[in-house]
């Protein structure tokens, strides 16, 4: 089993839509969670970070954390043309009690159609 | 956040040539990585970056194709040496700092191509 794994899409939503971009990861000693958006071509952009069980509202961003099952996800409320790009599920785990790398999943590619 | 400079954004090499990537960070850092991301692929983290020491490598990556330097708190290189075909990636610093609460920023990249 992978890591993390996300969904590679692509995903594809009408302008003003809701978006929800999924991510589970296997290590369950994981702490941190992160966002991170990558235009073609360009570096991953953080944008949303998650530590705790729930909603973590910013804007037209959630991220939703649920470490029972494991679960990571996005949600972009009235998704904009300039919301499409590759969406970067990144896990931190901890080493007896020390930081731990930060752990890609492949990305989920979204579409927002005009 | 850290302003993050790489350079160069992007370069065309021979094969069983070299290149040095550089990054330079606007203020001190605690930690500074090297990622490479593969075509269609997500982030690989190929080592983390320690001041004044050797730095630490993932499994699958080695010091001899992959040195790197960190001379102090707000410069890193990684050379990619004896290149193939199979190096040509994305190769990406990342920093993070004691402000950013584990959160890590990303330079804005170096395209390699290897012919």
């Known amino acids: 089993q992978k890591e993390v794994e996300q969904n590679s899409g692509p995903l594809s939503v009408p302008e003003g839509a809701i978006a929800s971009l999924n991510c589970t990861y296997s290590?369950?000693?994981?702490?941190?969670f992160f966002w991170y958006r990558q235009y073609s071509g360009k570096s991953p952009e953080l944008i949303m970070s998650?530590?705790?069980?729930g909603d973590k509202e910013d804007g037209r961003f959630t991220a939703q954390l649920n470490k029972a099952s494991q679960y990571v996800s996005l949600l972009i409320r009235d998704s904009q043309p300039s919301d499409s790009a590759t969406y970067l599920c990144?896990?931190?785990?901890?080493?007896?009690?020390?930081?731990?790398?930060?752990?890609f999943g492949k990305g989920t590619k979204l579409s927002v159609k005009p | 956040s850290a302003v993050i400079s790489q350079k160069p954004s992007r370069d065309i090499c021979q094969r069983g040539t070299s290149l040095t990537i550089q990054c330079q960070v606007d203020?001190?850092?605690?930690?500074m990585f090297w990622y490479r991301q593969q075509p269609g692929q997500s982030l690989t983290l190929i080592a983390t970056?320690?001041?004044?020491?050797?730095?630490?490598?993932e499994s699958g990556f080695v010091i001899d194709k992959f040195p790197i330097s960190r001379p102090n708190l707000t410069f890193s290189t990684l050379t990619v040496s004896n290149l193939s075909p199979e190096d040509s990636s994305i190769y990406l610093c990342?920093?993070?700092?004691?402000?950013?609460?584990?959160?890590?920023?990303f330079g804005s990249g170096t395209q390699l191509s290897v012919l």
């Open positions: 990342s920093v993070d700092t004691l402000q950013s609460n584990e959160k890590l920023f």
């Open positions: 290590d369950r000693v994981s702490q941190s």
């Open positions: 998650i530590y705790s069980n």
């Open positions: 990144a896990v931190r785990r901890f080493y007896g009690g020390s930081q731990g790398n930060l752990i």
């Open positions: 203020s001190q850092v605690t930690m």
């Open positions: 970056a320690n001041q004044g020491s050797e730095a630490t490598y």
